[in-house]
């Protein structure tokens, strides 16, 4: 039974069952009796059926469930996405651009009929908390259980999401999704912004079929936020609440699968707990950042959960993460435990099963596998997990207004030239910096691993119009937001020695750097005026409890600004603007360029 009055919903659905042509139409309306259906439909599918999954042992992961994707589905597919508008300029050079006519007409065909014996689920979810001024709606049409397990845990999902849309809104995000025969030959991830519509065919990973997530939440809500006076980034969000009981919140941009969720849920070291410091988590990906009545600019998490790495993550490196985990989480592609009916991923521990299920299926013994080369979970793999089971998760995470945010902190994968830490002049100078970000690639998207590539605002994958007039849109941001604009900063916790080893310990310790920028913020530290920007002065980062680990040789590594790669650093920039954005179609905004000059001129000095 439809969910809703709404009529635009109606007749969208329509046709697009009209298309698809499912045997039966279900409406996900969220309750629990329905999830349970759904679950035990999904996991008594015969071993061997592609869309299997496998309840794991309710005592040591009650409500927890597995599942494993097809080896050439494990992966955002950049090559295969598009931001299809009318005009190609539009789209700019960062995207893949087509004619959505053009689109319609290709893949049209690929769903006529494609959900024929299968059944349609039609979810309805809230990206936001429900009423939150900054939320918005979506319906997401699909034919997997498994996306739609996932989106009860990604959003806020059901009926009570249709609740603001009333019966003639056309404000929502229209989504259809079909898995059709996973076929990555014919695989499309489409945007259409000036539609407020997503196609998804031929997948069943993540990023690529969870349209409420990468989809709608940055490519289209960022085309959104430019026409309507706000931001959507791929930040997350946390708080730090000081000794005196006041929380400063802090945003960050960092690449797939550099460290956004290990920083929202840092453990602060034992000095700190010490002295009363506290880290909450509002968000882990995604920010959706608008002014606030008092002219600050305010933040939400647009997700309901966390849809994060899971090799790496282990009691260690971050052990609230780890606690997500451990109740009503799905996981996949990682190993099978079955020992224990549990899951096993590298870095877990040291103990991987003998009697493992490896991703892609086959029983093996764990550590021979593992002595073989090979890995048992795939370096892409992850769980996706309640916000709620978060141990920090932020009193504020349900708050509609969002949190106000003091600093924006951009970053990456840079083996060299990047210090540690360094804050920008001002908002055009820290502009320049998001765009500026570059970052060796990871395994969240499909490709090649490793090699450096600009992803500016760490959006490359995500921006969903025209690089140059999202830069432009932050412009706009800084100067509508005048002095109360958060304070733009820059880390880099993957600064290599010459064996290739990190510099620094990072993880829980990256809280020393937040004490930094806190104090800038708060206007308390002082700082090295550079040619790239503001520098801690070295007796300004506490080390204490870290002293043997960085000595004063290895901090003055991190803090190096090195002039000659400094210089380097400057000309592939200026390369960067001039051919992959202003000759492929992106204005670049002349103040950008501007800051070329200056830093170049500082350089010189
Ligand atoms: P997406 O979910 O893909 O957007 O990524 P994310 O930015 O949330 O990535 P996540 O926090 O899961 O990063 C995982 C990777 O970053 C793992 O390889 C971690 O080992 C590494 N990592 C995170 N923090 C640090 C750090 O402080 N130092 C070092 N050296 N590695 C880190
Ligand atoms: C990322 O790749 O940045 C992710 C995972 O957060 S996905 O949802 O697949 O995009
Ligand atoms: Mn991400």
Not at 50 to 69: A, E, F, Q, V
Not at 70 to 83: K, M, Q, S
Not at 212 to 222: H, Q, V
Request: charged content about 25%.
């Amino acid at each position: 039974m439809a969910l809703t009055n709404n009529k635009n919903v109606l007749a969208w659905v329509d046709e697009m069952v009209a298309l698809t042509k499912p045997d039966q139409v279900v409406w996900i309306d969220g309750s629990k009796e329905q999830l349970d259906a759904l679950t035990e439909e999904v996991t008594s599918l015969p071993e061997g059926n592609r869309d299997k999954m496998y309840k794991l042992n309710p005592d040591k992961l009650p409500g927890c469930l597995y599942h494993r994707t097809l080896p050439n589905d494990v992966a955002r597919v950049e090559d295969r996405t598009f931001i299809c508008t009318k005009n190609k300029e539009d789209a700019g050079p960062t995207n893949n651009w087509m004619d959505p006519e053009e689109m319609k007409a290709k893949l049209t065909p690929l769903y006529d009929g494609v959900m024929k014996g299968r059944t349609m689920y039609v979810i309805p979810y809230s990206m936001g908390p429900i009423g939150s001024p900054l939320a918005k709606v979506g319906v997401e049409l699909t034919d997997s259980i498994y996306v739609v397990l996932n989106m009860n845990i990604m959003t806020r999902m059901g009926v009570d999401a249709f609740k603001n849309l009333g019966d003639v809104s056309n404000d929502f995000v229209r989504g259809l999704h079909s898995k059709a025969d996973v076929d990555p030959e014919n695989r499309y991830i489409v945007q259409f912004p000036e539609e407020n519509t997503i196609w998804s065919i031929n997948s069943a990973y993540g990023g690529n079929v969870l349209l409420g997530k990468k989809c709608f939440a940055l490519r289209i809500a960022s085309f959104q936020g430019k026409n309507e006076g706000w931001m959507a980034e791929h930040m997350l969000i946390l708080g730090v609440q000081k000794p005196n009981g006041e929380t400063v919140y802090i945003t960050a941009a960092f690449p797939s699968a550099c460290g956004k969720t290990n920083l929202a849920m840092l453990i602060p070291p034992e000095g700190y707990q010490k002295d009363g410091y506290k880290v909450f988590t509002v968000g882990d990906d995604i920010a959706w950042m608008k002014p606030g009545k008092d002219g600050r600019l305010y933040a939400i998490n647009p997700e309901n959960g966390f849809f994060g790495v899971a090799p790496g993550t282990n009691e260690k490196s971050n052990p609230n993460a780890l606690a997500c985990t451990r109740k009503n989480t799905i996981f996949t592609n990682v190993a099978l435990n079955n020992e224990d009916g549990t899951v096993w991923w590298e870095k877990l521990d040291k103990n991987p099963p003998v009697d493992a299920t490896e991703w892609k299926g086959a029983k093996v013994n764990g550590p021979e596998f593992i002595a073989e080369g090979n890995t048992l979970a795939h370096p892409n793999s992850r769980f996706t997990a309640p916000a709620e089971n978060c141990p920090c998760i932020s009193p504020e995470f349900n708050n509609p207004e969002g949190v106000p945010i003091s600093a924006i902190v951009f970053g990456g994968r840079r083996a060299s030239t990047t210090p540690l830490v360094y804050q920008s002049f001002d908002w055009t100078h820290g502009t320049y910096m998001g765009s500026a970000v570059s970052s060796e690639t990871t395994a969240a998207a499909t490709g090649a691993v490793g090699v450096l590539r600009h992803d500016p605002m760490a959006m490359k994958p995500f921006i969903g119009y025209n690089v140059g007039d999202y830069w432009a849109h932050w412009l706009e941001m800084g100067e509508k937001l005048g002095d109360k604009a958060p304070k733009i900063f820059n880390v880099n916790w993957f600064k290599q020695d010459e064996e290739g080893n990190f510099l620094w310990p990072g993880f829980g310790d990256n809280m020393r750097v937040l004490d930094w920028i806190i104090k800038r913020c708060e206007g308390k530290a002082d700082a090295v005026e550079t040619a790239i920007g503001y520098l801690p002065k070295k007796e300004d980062l506490n080390l204490t409890g870290i002293e043997d680990e960085v000595t004063p040789a290895i901090l003055d590594k991190l803090l190096a600004v090195d002039t000659d790669l400094w210089k380097k650093e400057i000309a592939e920039m200026r390369r960067y603007y001039q051919d992959d954005i202003a000759a492929k179609g992106g204005k670049v905004p002349a103040e950008l360029m501007a800051e070329l000059d200056k830093i170049e001129a500082r350089l010189n000095k």
